[in-house]
């Protein structure tokens, strides 16, 4: 009997079949470490676009499909887009708000359905009348597209709800406070990545000596001055919102969410905030600068790359799992992997499969975006 059972849709397309054999029925084609294959081979027919293997599909020894209940993490980011970050940045003179919007879709484009993604932006709204308009999301979080040389509609949406013109202020406190409720809601591991150039502000209710002032750290008010004194243009409103924004992000962590901070050109100045900011969201990296210093934009992608591989678990839950273990073959892609703790997988207990160094390490980094447990020829070791 053929039994079929799907992914839910918000999940991960992990097909898992009966194992690949070449033309002696039962006998697995030839294992190696580690391959990375094209998706369309002679030796397995995937179905990666599709779904499930075809019932006639070259090589299979059977059709009965697993379910791994895996699910990829939310990577929600959450992206300043403030006056500031029009600021070109080398080398290509780029604005560095579309720097990091280029390096969010690169990452979304890689990863493809190992992830899902969401993103909001601050400030949002009629930022004519209020500079400080509190953020909000512009993308829900959805899971990404099936790699392809062309965007897919993940992508596409992405682009296009990120494509705005910097302006206003830096709203942080109030978008993350805006937007907790829904990321609290989401199923699953959720992470955010907040990239800023610069430090909170926007609190009215707050108050500051010259030495808190954006406006005088930027070196935009006169010496001797405190430009957010409540009888200045800047008022009150451009002191750095620290107390609001570290319990924004707090709140948060202590929710179970991880928030990274990464601070891009123009925020240098703002260290010891950024590092509060990085230690409320259980972040902290070790040394005196605790947040994700960026000082190059063309190393922006690792860093998202580094933060996103660390989310993605290697570890797979079977539904149902196979009543002979010893009968059990894995696939990243369409590339055979052997059974072995150090590069390949193991079973962890009767119904977890674990995947090891080089074969997490190719799933982390997006050298492999569906994975295959298949059950029906015997388990392939190292030769």
């Not at 006998?27 to 094209?38: E, K, L, M, Q």
């Not at 027919?45 to 697993?66: F, M, R, T, Y």
């Not at 601050?122 to 953020?135: K, R, V």
């Not at 009888?231 to 179970?256: K, N, W, Y």
Request: proline share 8%; with cysteine.
């Amino acid at each position: 009997m053929v039994k079929w059972l799907w992914l839910p849709a918000t999940a991960i397309a992990v097909p898992l079949a009966f194992a690949c054999c070449n033309g002696d029925r039962g006998v697995p084609t030839s294992p190696s470490r580690i391959t990375t294959s094209t998706i369309n081979t002679d030796d397995f027919d995937a179905g990666v676009s599709d779904g499930p293997p075809a019932l006639d599909a070259a090589g299979l020894c059977g059709n009965e499909l697993h379910n791994t209940g895996y699910r990829g993490p939310n990577l929600y980011f959450v992206l300043d887009r403030s006056g500031s970050m029009a600021t070109a940045e080398p080398p290509n003179d780029k604005s560095r708000y579309d720097i990091v919007r280029s390096a969010l879709l690169d990452l979304t484009r890689k990863l493809g359905p190992l992830i899902n993604v969401g993103a909001a932006l601050f400030p949002t709204g009629d930022l004519e009348t209020n500079s400080c308009h509190a953020g909000s999301e512009v993308f829900p979080v959805t899971q990404g597209d099936p790699v392809s040389a062309v965007d897919g509609p993940t992508v596409s949406a992405l682009a296009y709800s990120t494509w705005v013109t910097p302006k206003g202020g830096t709203p942080t406190a109030a978008t993350l406070q805006k937007i907790t409720p829904g990321l609290l809601a989401l199923t699953g591991r959720t992470v955010v990545l907040l990239a800023t150039d610069g430090a909170p502000n926007c609190n009215a209710n707050a108050s500051c000596s010259a030495a808190d002032c954006t406006t005088n750290i930027d070196g935009q008010c006169q010496a001797g001055v405190n430009c957010c004194a409540p009888d200045q243009p800047s008022g009150p409103e451009m002191c750095i919102d620290r107390l609001a924004t570290v319990a924004a992000i707090g709140a948060l962590h202590d929710a179970g969410v991880d928030v990274y901070i990464i601070g891009i050109p123009g925020s240098a100045v703002y260290e010891n905030v950024l590092n509060d900011m990085a230690v409320a969201g259980g972040t902290a990296q070790a040394g005196s600068t605790q947040y994700y210093r960026v000082d190059d934009l063309t190393q922006l992608g690792e860093v998202f790359a580094a933060i996103a591989a660390n989310a993605i678990v290697c570890e797979f839950t079977l539904s149902e799992p196979p009543t002979d273990p010893t009968m059990t073959n894995v696939y990243l892609d369409q590339g055979l992997i052997a059974y072995d703790p150090v590069n390949g997988w193991t079973w962890e207990g009767t119904d977890k499969i674990v995947l090891h160094g080089d074969a997490c390490q190719q799933l982390k980094t997006g050298g492999a975006t569906t994975v295959q447990v298949v059950t029906g020829c015997p388990t392939q070791y190292p030769p």
